[in-house]
């Protein structure tokens, strides 16, 4: 015969409590007090029992899986400092999180899956991680209609009725710009600004961060100066654009790249061309997408968009529409602040 399961009710026995105070403990219950010494008696007997909570029962009573779902691309980056927010603040709420990939399936066919997930009672909630472009009508009609607590990370941002969690891409290149051009620096030439690009199609963001760029030239009375360059195969050529800014004057303008995935060639191309960073040239990235402050030499300097932070937000922002039930607050953004990363080539 199996033994015996152990539970509430023998908790409260052995700590003298009511199950009440038992599952106060355990689930943080709004409205009932519990002392810190009450409290440490019923995780005192808990250890001692070795109790666990029953799930499967705590689900029938509550109606709740107590996981969320994320979805993003798991060969991204991005995606793994996502996580690490949402997991943070999961722990932090007694949540689990179920990970979900596309893979080699078309995008919507495993989006459509989460729908189905969430009508199983297999998730509480759903949080993804988009294209800074991502606007698609028919999958946001999805998630409404089947009422799911839904928080998009970087999606939506032009678009209303969707919860979104965004970074402050005007404020960032804004950031960048005044530490360029902080005091005791040469200050005789506007930033340069240099955007690398994958493809033909320019993003919310990248339109963003461009037009903060020209604004603040603008308000400072200085003339802007932007480029673009593509990356092809994995690489961008440098060096043209760096002898054209070595002969606007001496010292060089600092030079502003929107993506530090174009830093590495940069470097290199400095080097050949016996510019030493941080010197001759004063370069900073956009954001930290590679982790450069911590990988190139001289350390980048970089304003990073702040992922894990949006990972936290969007757990919190997903628990409180599934608090909500079925009067959700109105879907709104939720904007959050670059981060300055102070390295030595700027």
């Not at 010292?251 to 010197?279: C, F, T």
Request: proline content about 5%; aromatic content about 8%; hydrophobic content about 40%.
């Amino acid at each position: 015969m199996g033994k015996k399961r152990v539970t509430s009710y023998d908790v409260a026995k052995l700590a003298g409590v009511s199950r009440s105070v038992v599952s106060a403990v355990l689930n943080d219950t709004p409205g009932i007090g519990v002392s810190m010494e009450t409290r440490e008696n019923v995780l005192a007997a808990i250890r001692e029992l070795n109790y666990h909570v029953d799930a499967q029962a705590r689900s029938m009573k509550t109606g709740r899986s107590m996981s969320l779902a994320a979805f993003g691309d798991t060969r991204h980056p991005l995606f793994m400092r996502l996580l690490e927010g949402m997991q943070q603040e999961c722990e932090a709420h007694g949540y689990h999180i179920l990970l979900c990939s596309p893979g080699h399936r078309p995008d919507g066919e495993a989006r459509d899956e989460l729908v189905d997930l969430y009508r199983q009672r297999k998730i509480d909630g759903i949080v993804t991680l988009d294209d800074t472009s991502y606007h698609d009508e028919e999958w946001a009609a999805k998630v409404s209609e089947a009422g799911v607590p839904y928080v998009s990370v970087e999606g939506y941002a032009e678009a209303e009725g969707v919860c979104s969690v965004l970074a402050d891409y005007k404020g960032s290149v804004e950031l960048a710009l005044e530490y360029l051009l902080r005091p005791g620096t040469p200050q005789l030439l506007a930033p340069v600004y240099a955007e690398v690009y994958h493809n033909g199609v320019r993003s919310w963001a990248e339109r963003t961060r461009r037009e903060a760029y020209t604004s603040w030239c603008g308000e400072r009375g200085m003339s802007p100066f932007w480029f673009r360059l593509p990356e092809l195969k994995g690489r961008v050529d440098w060096e043209e654009w760096l002898l054209k800014l070595s002969e606007i004057g001496k010292p060089m303008p600092p030079l502003l790249v929107n993506w530090s995935s174009g830093i590495p060639d940069l470097y290199r191309a400095a080097s050949k061309l016996g510019l030493h960073i941080g010197e001759e040239l004063r370069v900073m990235a956009a954001d930290n997408t590679i982790q450069g402050h911590r990988l190139s030499l001289p350390a980048l300097s970089c304003v990073e968009i702040p992922y894990v932070g949006m990972g936290q937000e969007a757990v919190r922002r997903v628990l409180k529409l599934i608090e909500a039930g079925a009067a959700p607050e109105k879907a709104g953004k939720i904007w959050l602040p670059a981060v300055l990363r102070a390295g030595e080539s700027a």
